[in-house]
């Protein structure tokens, strides 16, 4: 009975070495993980990113990255370029709101994809859904002003609630509707 329990200690070497093993272990599986994960995430992202440019700019044979620009891409259909698709972020009630603005030569807006955002459900996050998107499909810069009142059919009506995330989606799309006009020269 006198060696029912036997009490072993270990030194700090001994838990050291324990907790380095362990550690080596764990970065060796994270690090295999990412190596087998990451060319089929980054296939996933560019996948998602041409069906979401295609929604935007449904009548598009194909979509090619623009020289210089980052994240830019041009519309093409039969050859010739229809549209630009830009990336579009502006400050939100909730924080950051990134999207992607479709935009005719001529400056005009064909639509908009909200890509990521924290705005209030129910408020700030219907801006991605109608009647507040459709307002912009045919603006050119000048009407993309936000307005709270109804009879001014030529501006943006603010969301009711959410008048923070109206302005925010709005400057956004002006925002990439002026650099597309500047860009292509507003042809």
Same mark, same amino acid.
């Given at each position: 009975m006198e060696n029912a329990h036997i009490k072993k200690e270990y030194s700090i070497f001994q838990i050291a070495v324990n907790l380095i093993i362990t550690c080596l272990a764990s970065g060796l599986?994270?690090?295999?993980?990412?190596y087998v994960t990451a060319p089929i995430a980054a296939e996933k992202r560019e996948v998602a990113k041409q069906?979401?440019?295609?929604a935007l700019v449904s009548d598009a044979d194909n979509f090619k990255a623009v020289p210089d620009k980052a994240d830019w891409f041009t519309a093409e259909k039969g050859g010739k370029v229809i549209a630009y698709v830009v990336p579009g972020e502006s400050r939100g009630y909730g924080g950051e709101i990134k999207m992607l603005v479709a935009v005719t030569q001529a400056g005009e807006v064909i639509d908009y994809k909200i890509l990521a955002h924290n705005e209030t459900p129910g408020l700030g996050d219907n801006a991605s859904k109608e009647p507040f998107r459709s307002q912009f499909k045919g603006k050119k810069e000048a009407n993309?002003? $936000? #307005?709270?009142?109804a009879s001014d059919k030529d501006d943006i009506q603010a969301m009711t609630g959410a008048t923070i995330s109206?302005?925010? $989606? #709005?400057?956004?799309?002006?925002?990439a509707v002026h650099e597309v006009t500047e860009f292509a020269g507003g042809k």
């Open positions: 599986i994270i690090g295999l993980v990412y069906e979401s440019m295609r993309l002003t $936000v #307005t709270k009142d109206s302005k925010a $989606v #709005t400057l956004a799309v002006k925002n």
